[in-house]
Nanobody
Framework: QVQLVESGGGLVQAGDSLRLSCVASGGIFSNYVMGWFRQAPGKEREFVASISWSGGRTDYADSVKGRFTISRINDKNTVWLQMNSLKPEDTAVYYC????????????????WGQGTQVTVSS
């Protein structure tokens, strides 16, 4: 089964940019819809962005549209989340996730999760 490891989080100021990475191992990466989610303290985990197995389709939460970009390179088993114009309300632990690998869009459920990477945006 696929395993996911995120990196790239950190402490930045409002207006700055960060790029998160998620490297997958095991499984056939090119079969998976990949997603990014986040969870702020005291809040439910929420969807941020997703990308289809080929990269041809993407979806974003309204709160990040125009500021965040999800991308992937299957030969590198990697998916990225480029985050621009960061706001304090973007502060959260960000998680990478993979669906069942059935090449279904939109994905029905995500079944594999990374350990998360902390993003903190100061005002």
């Amino acid at each position: 089964q696929v395993q996911l490891v995120e990196s790239g989080g950190g402490l930045v100021q409002a207006g700055d940019s960060l790029r998160l990475s998620c490297v997958a191992s095991g499984g056939i990466f090119s079969n998976y819809v990949m997603g990014w989610f986040r969870q702020a303290p005291g809040k439910e985990r929420e969807f941020v962005a997703s990308i289809s197995w080929s990269g041809g389709r993407t979806d974003y939460a309204d709160s990040v549209k125009g500021r965040f970009t999800i991308s992937r390179i299957n030969d590198k088993n990697t998916v990225w989340l480029q985050m621009n114009s960061l706001k304090p309300e973007d502060t959260a632990v960000y998680y990478c996730a993979a669906d069942r690998g059935l090449r279904v869009w939109p994905p029905s459920t995500y079944v594999r999760w990374g350990q998360g990477t902390q993003v903190t945006v100061s005002s």
